[in-house]
Each structure stands twice: as C-alpha cells, then as structure tokens.
C-alpha cells in the first residue's frame, strides 16, 4: 500500500487506544446499584450507575461490564457533579474509558490534588452526530504517586453533548497503548466483501476505498469471535481495481472478526437463504440486515420496483440504504441489490420514485423511459457528512432500474427547517407538472411544483401527520368522474378531501386507516397503467425476527379502493388478487351449522395460509378462528373483532360478517368487509401447532360459506 495513503488515513481516521490490565488498582468500576462512597450533588448522575443506554440518548458503547458513568440523567440539561473517596497515587498512570461532549472543563473528569485540578480529560463531541462510544484515556501521574487524590466527574454543561460517560478507572503501571486504525488491500475480483456480524458487539466504522476516494462508508457491529451472521458487500462493479478496506478502531482483542474479512461470488448463508426459521414466506425481506420504510414504489413495463430502507451491515436500524428489489407480481420477488448509497450529503432516507415519460428532467439517453427516484439526504447522520442539514436529493436510471446516477447537482431542494424529508412525488396532470409532498417538521407537510424535477417552488402547507407522506386520488364506489384526494402520513391516518395540483383542502378530520400492530410508512406504486387502475398499497410490516441474518419485512401488498360509507368515505384494503398465485390445495364448506364445540377445522393444518369466511351470528355470543394457536374473536355484542390485544368495529352487513385472513410465520393480516376494517398483526408463529379452528361460543354460527387455502412459498 502507498505509505503517504496509508499516512493520511491514519491522520483522517484517528486511532484507537487498549489497556493493560497487569498489577492494576481499580478505582471504581460503577457496577453497583449506587455510586458507594462517592459524593453525588446535583441531578445529572442520577440514583446510581447507568445500565447502558438512558431514555433518549443515542446507544452507549465499549464500557465494561453491564453499568458505567452517565450524567444524561433526564437528559442534557440536567446538571451535577460526582466525587471519589481519597485515594494514594500508587502507580505511574490512570487509565479510564471515557465518552460524552467535548466541552473542558464542564463536561469532564478531573484529578484533584489538593482540592486542585491537577489532570482532566472530556469526551469526543463536540457538534450534531458523533458517537456515545467511550475511549480509553490515560494520565501520567508519575510524580503524583504518593500524594493524595480524589476523581471528580463533572457537568455543568446543557444542551447538545452536554453529559459526560465515564467507567473502569485504575490505576496502572501501563500507559495506555496506542494501536493505530487498520486496513487490508484486495485486488477486487469477485461479486462480494464478507465480514461477520455479531449483535451488541461495538460498532467500528469500515470504510471501502477505491481510486482515492471513500466509496462505502458504513458501521458494523463487527464480531470477534464467531458471528452471529455474516453479511456482504457487493464490490462487482468495482471489479479488477485494487481497493482499500479500513476500519477504525481496531482492537485485536475485540475486532478481530476484520482480518476474517474476505472476498467470494457467494455470502456464507446464502443456500438457505429465504429457508430461515423465521423468514416470512408471502412477503417481500432483505437477504441481509434490516428493513424499514417502503420507498419508490414505481411500475414500469412490466415490473413493480420496490425500494426500501435498509441497513445491509446489520440487524438493527442504521446505514440507511436503499434497497431494491423487482417483481411481475408483487409476490415473487427478486433482490437486485443496494441502489443509491450514503454519500457526502448524507444517508438515504425515504422518498417515492416516478417514470419521467416525457424527459422532463432531461436525463434519457437511450429508448427506455427514466425512473427516477427522490430521496432525502438525511445530513449529519453519515461522518462523511456531520455537518450538512437534510435535504432532498435525486438519482435515475436509464436500463430499467439496474444501474444509477445520483445527479451531480444534488440536492434539488434544500434545508428548509427541522428534519425535512421523506419527498413524494406525483405527477399532476391538470397542471402537467411535479407535485412534491415533503415532510417538515411538527406534523407539517408542504407542497412544491416543478417542471423538470431539478427544480422546486413551494405552493402550500397542511397541518396533519407525522412523517412519510402519501398524496394520490381515488374515485369514489368505482366512479371516475367522482374522485377524491387522499393525503397521509407514517401511522396510515388519511385525510379525505380535494387539491388542485397546489393545495390540499380536507373534508374530513383524521381517518383511521388500519387496526394492527405493526404497520407502518406506507406507499403506493406509481405508474400503474390505467388499464389496471388499482392503486396498490405496500407497508413496512414492523416485527422482529430474532435470531435471524434479517430483520422486519414488508406487509402484504393490499388494494386501495374507496367506499361511501354512514361514516362518510371511506379508504377499504383488501390483498391484491395476485394472492391467487400463491394457492395450492383448497378446502371448501358452504351453508353448515357451527354449534358450540364443533370444529369444521379440525382435520386441517398448515402453515401459510389463505382464510375466506362469510359468517351469520344465529344466537352467538362470539364467534371466529384459532388460527395456530392465536384467537382471532369476533364478539357480537360489541360489534367488534379482536386479535392478541388489537381490537376493531366490526358491524354486520346482512345480518352476517365476512373475514379474509392471510398466515404467514411472523404475521396473520385480517381483512374485515371486505376491507372496510383492516387488521395487520405481527405474530411469530414458527414454533406453533399449525392446527386450525373454527369456533362459537353462546350459540350458533351459520357458517355461509368458508374457504381453506394452503400457500406455496413465495421463495420456492
């Protein structure tokens, strides 16, 4: 490797510091309930030792053992001071693990020799961002030894990085050595970089480095001893050039897991891949790492694309990415890898994507359409870029989405206040041009118009939902000349009302939308050709899948219509009909009698699973499914369906109820009249009976007509 590169990554990326533990003399290790003999004043220390992370505080890392030194005690305005008993200096150094603002002498720990500052020392941070990592730090106190001393954590600091973390202090007769940050050189020859994972593990920065420059930055919790997964990085385009991988912080006593770091055509794991235990088998998850929001959600000849948050480098939220994945059916899914990475402007957060037919924006260069797709570049949350704001960028694709250009005159709309994000971006045809609904901060979404997607002019604003926009028209009961326009936001609430290409005038408070417990940040997909003409919802299915190489997954994608109601209108959802791909053997009743104890279900099993059901309450109290072991209850008196502890108004029409559930191994989505109520639970059910029931309890349930449908594998 160059020794002047080599010099310079050392100067950019810092260092790390490891300690040697002969002979030492602890001083304090916090792992009590109390902070002991030491002498607390004021409210920043709190009761005692923290266990880890405090509420709302970014997660703490590299202390020892399971409780250390946190002054963010209801946050960073609080303020205090805490001192050690009297010791004797009896060795050349004192070595501690340190973390917290940058700010001397108020957020810091002091050597105190004769009521004297005679050493300090405070955190890393000193801006947005950073990290709540601590460090080792070491004093000479050579000729200190044999005076009296105290320690003295101290914050008189508020505001950002206004605490201080502090744990394991010793004295020692070793300084704190210095290794410096590593790397390996590859010649890049294969489809993948595999590096091992191991959740809780420290987070170390990896950077990929190819021609000079930076072009994958990510943090990993980097195992050291044997992983818990593995996961890849995907460097074929990047194939015969000779790259750099450096990592920051290295210690051989806990990162190790770097120098097993190699390159293949294949990831360990990857022929069981969508075999896992917990893998949903009807929805769309990652290979590797986490999912969150659904973004870009666009068809174009024949293909639904699906963009999506995505952490590549591990199990929880971070790195955020855009995956991205195809489908002809919005069943079968097949990954297509990251498209747009973190850059200098920040990482990836979420946006929509839109066919720019008529070349708007200028960027087709060949007989495809362009896709493009609009993104916020969420700042200060990449070190490459701590000190931007977020605003919203561009990239396009000129082969069909498989390859990308993020736009070099990015961003295309800048900061404007609080954590502006989340753009969705429709065309307007009675306008002919770009709307932008964009999220700005305290439930406030904004609307901007554009000619050519490059540049915006703000229009509007509404007061409404959190985050994550939606904006989209539906005709009412399937008339067309009757449309209304719909506008919401991360949680599903809508608002139904009119917007004239500028501004979005409600008719209606905030509507309800869905009765689960995992759902969240939906989308619909744009470009849908009108001989269709469904609008096709899917949203981020929030479960955890521990255990696994992957986390969270994408619900079921569900059609939206709208519906005039008593309530007025009125959004339904019900599962897009390409579920029809997935049946195999069906089991069918019609006009039978469940009285109290009776089973229909009985000699039925299965583990994924379409359920029709259209039921009429002839005396019954209750009635409904155990649908491997979980109930799925409708109570007659109440009007109202219950599943775990999710309950929804579910009113008779006829005299009789009709529910549509799908099964899946981490979730059971419910679909009430025909979707006027909507139900999606996370459920892990890998390790239940797959036994089914149909039940009544209180009287009788003319079971109209039921319908059992076991479901192929999606991945099969």
């Not at 059609?559 to 109601?565: A, E, I, V, Y």
């Not at 369906?641 to 419910?670: F, Y």
Request: hydrophobic share 35%; glycine share 10%; charged share 25%.
């Amino acid at each position: 490797m160059n020794k002047a590169l080599f010099s310079a990554l050392l100067i950019t990326f810092g260092c790390l510091t490891t300690v040697s533990a002969q002979d030492d003399i602890l001083i304090a290790d916090f792992e009590g309930d109390d902070y002991g003999n030491w002498k607390v004043t004021g409210e920043a220390f709190g009761p005692g030792p923290a266990r880890g992370t405090l509420p709302g505080q970014m997660d703490v890392a590299g202390f020892e053992g399971k409780r250390l030194v946190s002054s963010f005690y209801e946050g960073d305005d609080s303020k205090g001071t805490l001192t050690s008993h009297v010791f004797e200096v009896k060795r050349k150094y004192i070595n501690f693990l340190i973390g917290g603002g940058m700010n001397p002498g108020q957020t810091c720990i002091n050597l105190l020799v004769d009521g004297k500052v005679a050493r300090t020392a405070t955190g890393p941070n000193d801006r947005p961002g950073g990290s709540e990592e601590l460090a080792w730090h070491s004093w000479d106190v050579s000729e200190l030894q044999g005076r009296s001393a105290q320690i003295q954590i101290v914050d008189s600091q508020t505001g950002g990085w206004g605490h201080i973390n502090i744990d394991h202090i010793t004295q020692s007769s070793n300084k704190v050595e210095v290794i410096a940050d590593k790397t390996q050189e590859f010649l890049l020859q294969k489809k993948y970089l595999n590096l091992p994972v191991k959740n809780g593990a420290n987070k170390r920065y990896i950077h990929l480095i190819v021609d000079g420059k930076i072009v994958r930055e990510f943090d990993i919790e980097m195992a050291n001893g044997d992983p818990d997964f593995w996961v890849f990085l995907e460097i074929g385009e990047f194939k015969g050039k000779r790259a750099i991988l450096h990592i920051d912080k290295y210690d051989p006593a806990r990162t190790k897991g770097f120098d097993s770091v190699y390159q293949a055509d294949t990831y360990i794991g990857e022929e069981d891949v969508y075999r896992e235990k917990l893998r949903p088998q009807l929805h769309f998850t990652s290979k590797r790492g986490w999912n969150n929001d659904s973004n870009g959600m666009v068809y174009y000849d024949g293909e639904y694309h699906l963009f999506y948050q995505h952490n590549p480098f591990g199990w929880n939220w971070g790195n955020m990415t855009w995956g991205h994945a195809v489908s002809t059916d919005m069943i079968h899914w097949t990954e297509l890898g990251d498209a747009i990475h973190p850059d200098h402007l920040g990482t990836i957060f979420s946006g929509s994507a839109v066919v720019d037919v008529g070349n708007t924006a200028g960027f087709q260069t060949g007989d495809e359409k362009v896709i493009v797709c609009i993104y916020t570049s969420a700042g200060g949350t990449n070190p490459m870029s701590k000190d931007q704001p977020f605003t919203q960028s561009i990239a396009y694709s000129n082969d069909r989405g498989r390859t990308w250009t993020v736009y070099d005159g990015n961003p295309i709309l800048g900061h404007i206040n609080g954590g502006n994000r989340d753009p969705k971006v429709i065309w307007h045809t009675p306008t002919d041009q770009w709307v932008m609904a964009l999220y700005l901060d305290d439930r406030v979404m904004a609307f901007f118009t554009s000619k050519d997607l490059k540049s915006w002019e703000f229009q509007s604003k509404i007061k409404c939902f959190h985050e994550c926009p939606e904006l989209f028209a539906l005709p009412v009961d399937g008339d067309k000349s009757n449309e209304k326009w719909i506008l919401y936001g991360g949680s599903g609430e809508y608002l139904v009302g009119h917007f004239d290409g500028r501004e979005f005038k409600s008719d209606t408070d905030a509507i309800r939308f869905h009765h689960g417990n995992c759902f969240y940040a939906s989308q619909t997909f744009s470009n849908i050709p009108e001989s269709d003409g469904r609008r096709i919802q899917i949203a981020w299915g929030r479960v955890k899948m521990p255990g696994m190489p992957f986390n969270q997954m994408m619900l079921f994608p569900v059609t939206l219509t709208l519906h005039s109601t008593e309530e007025g209108p009125r959004m339904f959802a019900e599962p897009v009909r390409e579920v029809g791909n997935l049946h195999g053997r069906r089991r069918q009743w019609k006009y039978k009698t469940l009285e109290p104890g009776d089973n229909l279900l009985s000699g039925v099993s299965g583990e994924l699973l379409h359920i029709r059901a259209d039921l009429r309450l002839a005396g019954a109290a209750e009635t409904g499914f155990v649908i491997r072991g979980i109930p799925v209850t409708y109570n007659a008196e109440k009007e109202q369906l219950s599943c775990q502890k999710n309950k929804a108004k579910l009113i008779p029409e006829n005299g009789k109820i009709s529910l549509e559930i799908l099964v899946d191994r981490t979730s059971i989505e419910i679909f009430g009249s025909g979707g006027r109520m909507y139900m999606p639970m996370g459920v892990i059910l890998a390790d239940n009976a797959k036994s089914l029931e149909i039940f009544t309890k209180g009287g009788n349930t003319e079971v109209e007509s039921l319908e059992v449908s076991r479901l192929r594998s999606a991945w099969r």
